[in-house]
């Protein structure tokens, strides 16, 4: 057991843009009590694992992560295993791997600084409880922001698909309040952000009452935030088909920081696969938003998640996949191999698909996926368009930074890390874009 209080730590974020979210408030939480952020994983004194539980890989990954942190000369770090893993296996994670100190849920981080005295004590150190209070009102004020931010405003999942965990390690849907949320938004504006992504793990089923006590949806909170000064840009992610509203789509077409970027996941092609999935919309329906969606804003990138060889998916039902992607035309997605999780109602049916098998159907979807996202940058080559400039490129000189329809743009420039810049495209490969700084003055 590790007997001392550290007095440097480093974070280590796995999975979704939530976690990122987290690891950065538990960051600015350790900081608050003293501690300092190491970006030396090999030298600080508590490293922190924040982990996703999504998928069988993320797991196994974990456990090899852990033995890592032993150091050359026989010492180690206090070792804090947080986010869906810490959830899901609790007291699981010490006794596979005694050498974790602290067991931390994502629920229950606030409580990170409480449980690092304890395994300094060298008492076990373990929380996933899921208060009723909530752990946003305990955290300290934000600190630190890039141009670009996250701002949870809704967490954890009512809808039960059956292949999914996050129900399990995130619990039940909760709304974040109105102010709250402003207030957050106000305060990253401050530091620097000129982004701001909502997340949620259902992020357009967000509710709740504005300061006048009127019901309000994701869009309201679009509107209220398109009002704020300094705030250039606003994106949601992750959104579910059934909780995409008329006003949300209205939203698109009349709120003008509101970016044309939609991620909206279907996961399959095909109504069996869906119901077995117990995803409550059909492929009607979806094809039917995203229509709506695209006459409400022409140029809106579409996005998506899919799983291919969900248990009992036939090669007939495969094919629906990839004609639904055909069908909508993404201009980037997400596909993943089924992964059987512990708990899950799908991790039981019978007909799990063959590995080779599914080998087979993600290769050939994602070689459609790689196709549309290519054609998707080609068509901008060649246009102007405002980039967030956010970080350094590997060259010298050079910046990276991010279009409306969130491609990534590499260019060569004397602008610096939070600027708008325009930049003309010259060209495209499937995953980033090269720019240029546009001169108006040019000849
Ligand atoms: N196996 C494979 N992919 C999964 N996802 C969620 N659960 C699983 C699973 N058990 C994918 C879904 C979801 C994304 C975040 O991860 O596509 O939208
Ligand atoms: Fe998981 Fe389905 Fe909830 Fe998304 S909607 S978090 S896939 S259960």
Known sequence: MNSQIPKTFHVKSFGCQMNVYDGARMTELLEAEG????????????????????????????????????????????????????????????????????????????????????????????????????????????????????????????????????PYTRGAEVSRGWSAIL???????????????????????????????????????????????????????????????DGLIRAHAEVEKLMPFLHLPVQSGNDRVLKAMNRSHAIHDYLDIIDRVR?????????????????GEKDSEFEDTLKIVEAVNYAQAYSFKYSPRPGTPAADMDEQVPAELMDERLQRLQALINQQQLEFNQAIVGRRTSVLLERQGKKPGQLIGKTPWLQSVHLETTAVVGDMVEVEILSAGPNSLAGAEFMKDAA
């Open 35 to 166: 501690m300092k952020a190491s970006a030396d994983v090999g030298a600080a004194d508590l490293v922190v694992l924040n982990t996703c539980h999504i998928r069988e890989r993320a797991v196994d990954k974990i456990y090899s992560d852990i033995g890592r942190l032993r150091r050359d000369d026989g010492s180690r770090p206090m070792i804090a295993v947080a986010g869906c893993v810490a959830q899901a296996e609790g007291g699981e994670i010490p006794r596979r791997a005694p050498i974790v100190d602290i067991v931390v849920g994502p629920q229950a981080y606030h409580r990170l600084p409480e449980l690092v005295a304890k395994a300094g004590r060298g008492e076990p150190a373990l929380d996933t409880d899921m208060p009723i209070e909530s752990k946003f009102g305990e955290l300290p004020a934000r600190r630190r922001q890039g141009p670009s931010a996250f701002l949870t405003i809704q967490e954890g999942c009512d809808k039960f698909c059956t292949y999914c965990v996050v």
């Open 295 to 311: 006459a409400a804003r022409p140029d809106i990138a579409i996005s998506g998640d899919f799983i291919v060889g969900f248990p």
């Open 183 to 245: 207030d957050e938004a106000r305060a990253l504006i401050d530091l620097g952000a000129k982004e701001i992504t909502l997340l949620g793990q259902n992020v357009n089923a967000w509710t709740g009452e504005d300061e006048a006590g009127r019901i309000q949806g994701m869009d309201g909170l679009a509107r209220a935030l398109d009002r704020l000064n300094g705030l250039e840009r606003i994106r949601y992610m992750t959104s579910h088909p059934s909780d995409m509203t």
